[in-house]
């Protein structure tokens, strides 16, 4: 096993949920916060990134979860993985959804210990009206970002080719974007070895 490996299969534990800023942890180590529309797939990958089958549990009820909670990678943490809550969910009340753009953006605006955030896009989809509406408040609060697209396995390889061509031009026309994107499928595990390595950069920038 390689060192890579061992970081990402050894101790992982949940450490806390913030549904408001005062409840945010010590900034003590570096933070890759990871986000996506409801039903993306992000609880999926996460648990595919740690090694683990239910870390960050998956809810039937897509937009339940408005809390932004906080995972420690190591022991002593040399990271933190913080699970930011699904957005674009079209049943979820309004003051839910202002709630969770005051929450996130807040978050990413004034968080020191976040080195970058990992996009989930749904590779079926492709960028959607509603990350890019993300995409322009991460520009907005300077973060650094990576586009991961998810569920690869559900498409034909000529598809996933052109999904990646298209997600790859759209982000030149975002400043905080980072110009290689992820490829992914939590269910084969495909691509995790290299968005572990992407992660790992990350917090190491």
Same mark, same amino acid.
């Given at each position: 096993m390689n060192d890579q490996n061992k970081i990402f299969s050894g101790p992982v534990g949940f450490l806390k949920s913030a549904p408001?800023?005062?409840?945010?942890?010590e900034p003590t180590v570096p933070e890759i916060a990871f986000a996506g529309r409801s039903n993306v797939?992000? /609880?999926s990958l996460i648990n595919a990134l740690v090694n683990r089958k239910d870390l960050a549990r998956a809810s039937n009820t897509p937009g339940r979860t408005q809390e932004?909670?906080?995972f420690d990678v190591g022991d002593p943490p040399l990271f933190r993985i913080v699970?930011?809550?699904g957005y674009g969910y079209a049943k979820a009340p309004v003051a839910t959804?202002?709630?969770w753009r005051f929450l996130v953006n807040d978050y990413l605006r004034g968080r020191a210990a976040l080195k970058r955030a990992f996009l989930l896009?749904? /590779?079926r989809h492709g960028i959607k009206d509603v990350d890019r509406e993300i995409m322009e408040m991460l520009d907005g609060a300077a973060v650094s970002y990576r586009i991961v697209l998810t569920?690869?396995?559900k498409i034909k390889a000529s598809e996933l080719e052109a999904v990646q061509a298209d997600t790859a031009t759209k982000l030149r026309k975002h400043v905080a974007a980072f110009p290689e994107l992820s490829v992914t499928?939590?269910?084969k595990r495909g691509g995790i070895e290299d968005l572990r390595a992407a992660v790992l950069e990350a917090i190491q920038s």
């Amino acid at each position: 096993m390689n060192d890579q490996n061992k970081i990402f299969s050894g101790p992982v534990g949940f450490l806390k949920s913030a549904p408001s800023l005062e409840f945010l942890p010590e900034p003590t180590v570096p933070e890759i916060a990871f986000a996506g529309r409801s039903n993306v797939g992000k /609880s999926s990958l996460i648990n595919a990134l740690v090694n683990r089958k239910d870390l960050a549990r998956a809810s039937n009820t897509p937009g339940r979860t408005q809390e932004l909670n906080f995972f420690d990678v190591g022991d002593p943490p040399l990271f933190r993985i913080v699970d930011m809550p699904g957005y674009g969910y079209a049943k979820a009340p309004v003051a839910t959804v202002k709630k969770w753009r005051f929450l996130v953006n807040d978050y990413l605006r004034g968080r020191a210990a976040l080195k970058r955030a990992f996009l989930l896009i749904d /590779s079926r989809h492709g960028i959607k009206d509603v990350d890019r509406e993300i995409m322009e408040m991460l520009d907005g609060a300077a973060v650094s970002y990576r586009i991961v697209l998810t569920k690869t396995d559900k498409i034909k390889a000529s598809e996933l080719e052109a999904v990646q061509a298209d997600t790859a031009t759209k982000l030149r026309k975002h400043v905080a974007a980072f110009p290689e994107l992820s490829v992914t499928s939590a269910e084969k595990r495909g691509g995790i070895e290299d968005l572990r390595a992407a992660v790992l950069e990350a917090i190491q920038s």
